[in-house]
């Protein structure tokens, strides 16, 4: 903390200019500004250094070029055009909606299934329920990794159960067939993203008195209308912040994409998250990364806005 | 709404259904099996002799080890590299955010509503995003390839959720203690140390954990921001292994359980603390 010679300007006109003279109230205001700083200046440097840079980088023509010349001429809505007008464009954008939207369906339906369930107290369920957390918890692409060889088109697990169980003898390729592997990346992501969704919800469920529970019995209410009439309007304001934060999530995903199937075969299963690393880290067009990028961050931001808005919601009742 | 970790309604008795709870955890084991699948499969096939291409038996009869002592060989150096990176984000991130979550706390800042806002927008942006950014900067910096590269890009991924999470808790200290501090002569700096730090040791364990989770299981940055050899966490490492074709299953599956093993122990360990900071983040 630097001594006197500035003034303290947080305080406003408050306070005398002497220099020296710091009243020790706006010493302490100073103390606790000290307190956030680093904060700050982390969130600005890694955050909002980053967004601005990408803003500008996407009218700029930046490649690997740039880093010897340091030249990042400015093309205008070049970089934009390029991309919206690329072919796979439609593709990639159909893919990131059918991923986010396939993902949170899965996710949120068995994991409030799941939650639901866990409601009810039997034996060994605080054990089972934070078992249940293991497939958030460890490194997505080793689950990536794992899954890739369950999903194998030829000695992976779940063909060879299918064809023992004479399901399908066919041996469909997961993840190498154009038509299936958007199914099996959304299903390995509604695997991941099951404890996150089971864990929220069953906190929401915990929130909601019992007294209710009863006093809807008492009304004939039980089963799968007390769930209607009860536990859905007053978990609400949980669940959208669950599907909010799932999808933000979920748009941004990469790992398990490239894990998987490094967005093929293709395009199949190409998402801007993971178009916009080929852009600029395979093909090392920053520029046109970064404008895909910056599409990537529009449409998370817009969800962000539905998020904060459902969170002040939530916190308000 | 959110660290309380075990719910208080537990005891509600209900002694003739006993019986019926025991179905219940038959039921919860069979769907937490199915659930769990996968990872079985990463420790059988870690097990197996051979990397076979041809059918993994579905239980290890003769467990193997051969995979393991392949996995540390190949990988060994970035597990520990990971290791490093993942305790340094630990350190950094709370370093960073426990004085900021006090601060948001407990002071009253007129802006401090504003910084909130930046912290939950943050959790919005994409990594790709930032990545894009960080690595001409990082290029400038010659921080590419570098282990404090990665720790400081790491904890972008923990310092915005660990003052959320401690935030929380920090909002429920009793201000009597700080203002106590504050009657025995104590600043802010002082009440924080040796108050508000040792009082606040559950939220710090939490944001810790999980800042270590999410640096030990970055791939993203460790995928952009390294070029070489050099700087190589287990993430990538197991990457690698999958992005060429496959011919030994048995040592990439190991390397994979090496690298889940954090996450296992983290949970046996710190069972509430783990399930508290997911709702912690997420509903503040």
Redesign the interface.
């Not at chain 2, 291409?53 to 993994?56: F, I, W």
């Not at chain 2, 806002?117 to 900067?137: E, R």
């Given at each position: 903390m630097a001594e006197a010679g500035t003034s303290p300007g947080i305080l406003g006109g408050t306070t005398s200019r002497r220099a020296g003279a710091w009243s020790p109230r706006a010493r302490?205001r100073y103390?606790?500004?000290?307190?956030?700083l680093?904060?700050?200046l982390?969130?600005l440097l890694?955050?909002?250094?980053?967004?601005v840079?990408?803003v500008l980088?996407g009218f700029q023509r930046?490649t690997t070029k740039?880093?010897y010349t340091g030249q990042a001429p400015w093309t205008g809505v070049a970089n934009y055009s390029a991309v919206l007008g690329s072919s796979v464009f439609g593709r990639v954008l159909l893919n990131t909606l059918l991923f986010t939207a396939g993902s949170l369906a899965g996710q949120f339906l068995l994991g409030l299934a799941?939650a639901v369930?866990?409601r009810?107290?039997?034996?060994?369920?605080g054990l089972?329920?934070?078992?249940?957390?293991?497939?958030?918890?460890?490194?997505?692409?080793?689950?990536?990794?794992?899954?890739?060889?369950?999903l194998d088109e030829d000695?992976g697990?779940l063909n060879?159960a299918l064809a023992g169980l004479h399901l399908s003898a066919a041996h469909p390729g997961w993840l190498t067939s154009p038509s299936l592997a958007l199914v099996a990346v959304v299903g390995v992501n509604i695997?991941i993203g099951?404890?996150?969704n089971t864990?929220?919800l069953y906190?929401?469920l915990?929130?909601i008195p019992?007294e209710l529970y009863e006093a809807a019995a008492l009304d004939g209410a039980t089963g799968w209308r007390a769930f209607r009439h009860v536990t859905w309007p007053l978990l609400r304001p949980?669940v959208t912040?669950?599907l909010v934060?799932g999808s933000?999530y979920t748009?941004?995903v990469?790992?398990i994409i490239?894990?998987l199937t490094?967005g093929g075969p293709a395009n199949a299963t190409q998402t801007l998250?993971t178009q916009?690393?080929n852009l600029?880290?395979q093909q090392f067009d920053?520029g046109q990364?970064?404008a895909l990028?910056?599409l990537?961050?529009l449409l998370?931001?817009l969800?962000?806005i539905l998020?904060?808005r459902a969170?002040r919601r939530?916190?308000s009742e | 709404?959110?660290i309380s970790a075990t719910?208080i309604?537990?005891t509600?008795a209900?002694r003739p259904a006993v019986r019926r709870?025991?179905?219940?955890?038959a039921?919860?084991?069979v769907?937490?099996a199915v659930?769990?699948f996968?990872?079985y499969?990463?420790l059988n096939?870690s097990l197996q002799p051979s990397g076979s291409?041809?059918?993994?038996p579905w239980i290890p009869l003769h467990p193997s080890f051969g995979g393991y002592a392949r996995a540390l060989s190949q990988q060994g150096g970035h597990l520990l590299i990971s290791l490093v990176i993942a305790l340094g984000s630990v350190l950094l991130s709370l370093?960073?955010?426990a004085?900021?979550a006090?601060?948001?706390a407990q002071?009253r800042?007129r802006w401090a509503s504003a910084?909130l806002?930046?912290?939950?927008?943050?959790?919005?942006?994409?990594?790709?995003?930032?990545?894009?950014?960080?690595?001409?900067?990082y290029?400038d910096l010659r921080l590419l390839n570098s282990v404090i590269g990665l720790i400081?890009?790491d904890?972008?991924l923990g310092?915005?959720f660990a003052?959320l999470v401690m935030r929380a808790f920090m909002g429920r200290l009793p201000a009597s203690v700080v203002e106590a501090a504050q009657v025995d002569g104590a600043?802010?700096?002082r009440a924080?140390c040796s108050v508000v730090l040792p009082m606040s040791r559950n939220a710090l364990i939490t944001a810790g954990l999980f800042t270590f989770?999410f640096a030990?299981?970055d791939?993203?940055f460790a995928?952009?921001l390294t070029t070489t050899d050099a700087v190589r966490p287990?993430?990538l490492g197991?990457?690698q292994?999958?992005?060429s074709y496959?011919n030994d299953?048995s040592t990439?599956?190991a390397?994979?359980?090496l690298?889940?093993i954090p996450?296992?122990l983290?949970?046996v360990i710190a069972?509430r603390y783990?399930?508290a900071g997911?709702?912690g983040g997420?509903?503040?």
């Open positions: 302490i103390l606790e500004t000290g307190f956030l680093p904060a700050v982390y969130l890694f955050f909002g250094y980053p967004v840079k990408n980088t930046y740039t880093f799941l369930f866990f009810r107290r039997f034996p060994l369920s089972l329920r934070s078992l249940l957390l293991l497939p958030w918890l460890i490194p997505l692409i080793a689950s990536s990794a794992v899954w890739r060889w369950i000695n697990a060879r695997w099951i404890p996150f864990t929220i906190g929401g915990q929130e019992e949980v912040v669950v934060l933000v748009l941004k990469l790992d490239l894990g490094h998250a916009a690393y600029s880290f920053f990364g970064a990028g910056n990537l961050l998370s931001l969800f962000a998020y904060l969170s939530a916190a | 709404m959110t719910p309604s537990a509600t209900r709870g025991w179905r219940y955890t039921l919860g084991i769907l937490l659930l769990l996968p990872l499969w990463m096939v291409a041809v059918g993994t370093a960073v955010a004085p900021a006090y601060a948001l002071f800042f910084v806002f930046g912290i939950l927008i943050s959790q919005m942006v994409p990594g790709i995003v930032v990545a894009n950014a960080l690595y001409s900067a290029n400081l890009a904890s972008g310092i915005p003052i600043g802010p700096i924080f989770l030990w299981g791939f993203l995928l952009t287990v993430t197991i990457y292994y999958i992005g496959v299953w990439v599956m390397t994979a359980v690298a889940s996450a296992v983290l949970l069972q783990v399930a997911i709702s997420a509903v503040k």
